[in-house]
């Protein structure tokens, strides 16, 4: 029988605000619900300027917006959840490889070179996550309140403005039957400490690949995060495809600076304790 070996990697120490994280964070049993988007690119790039990244502009001349759910159940700092929003793009001091979709057939992070994720928006339940993303990684993470429900196809989740009675935005979907398929890792891009950080998150599961109908209502919020939902045209557009998973597993490891480049300011200033 092979040995499950997949959390057996060597860990090193990092303190936040928040108190002490080994790293890397241990994802032991998580559900996502992954929707992804071609969005017009004009409504996309200007979410980049300042980060030294630029949206990679696919075949149709769109770029590829993801709205994230993970439902993390069982995790080495504790259970949460989190949303998020993240669209894919290149490093401009780094080669462009011109053809972007192949990267997504390479299973192994280690090999999408110069193509990855930037994370927009990142709220979580747990303040522990919060600090961790935002010390560690420089993700724009903020602590709000997540509902959601899971049960079989159907999935509904929303985010709630941490400052006001309001929604920032809600979700509901109904999944078709899919295909099943291995997982791919994943891939970060961010900015930290006057660097571009390249991350790569190690993912064991199985995925559905499916399509679906899906709803996005934006709130009245006036958050940050429901002016991006709004300035990129989200609530509009339907999710090309899903990927679905109720038996991930991850390891979010630490970045590795690729390249100079001045951080801008990150959004959501830490809550007052």
Request: aromatic share 10%; charged share 20%.
């Amino acid at each position: 029988m092979k040995q499950d070996t997949f959390f057996d990697v060597p860990l090193s120490v990092a303190q936040t605000s928040e108190g002490r994280v080994d790293l890397p964070i241990f994802y032991y049993n998580v559900g996502v619900r992954h929707l992804n988007y071609w969005v017009d690119y004009d409504r996309v790039a200007p979410k980049l300027e300042g980060t030294g990244l630029v949206p990679c502009r696919f075949f149709n001349g769109k770029a590829l917006v993801s709205l994230i759910f993970f439902n993390y159940r069982d995790v080495s700092i504790g259970p949460y959840e989190e949303v998020t929003i993240t669209i894919i793009v290149r490093p401009v001091a780094l080669k462009d490889p011109g053809v972007y979709l192949p990267t997504f057939l390479k299973r192994k992070g280690e090999n999408w070179g110069s193509v990855g994720a930037y994370v927009l928006e990142m709220p979580v339940t747990l303040p522990l996550a919060r600090a961790a993303g935002r010390e560690i990684w420089g993700y724009p993470k903020f602590v709000t309140r997540i509902p959601f429900r899971l049960t079989g196809r159907y999935f509904a989740f929303e985010v709630k403005d941490p400052d006001a009675d309001e929604s920032i935005v809600a979700v509901k979907g109904m999944m078709s039957p899919g295909i099943c398929l291995k997982a791919t890792d994943l891939v970060t891009f961010s900015n930290l400490n006057d660097s571009i950080i390249k991350t790569i998150v190690n993912v064991d599961a199985k995925i559905t690949l499916c399509l679906g109908e899906v709803s996005l209502d934006v709130g009245r919020s006036t958050h940050g995060m429901a002016a991006n939902i709004r300035d990129i045209g989200l609530a509009d557009s339907t999710p090309a495809f899903i990927m679905s998973s109720d038996n991930e597993r991850t390891r979010l490891n630490p970045g590795s600076a690729i390249a100079p480049w001045k951080t801008p300011e990150l959004p959501y200033p830490p809550e007052k304790k």
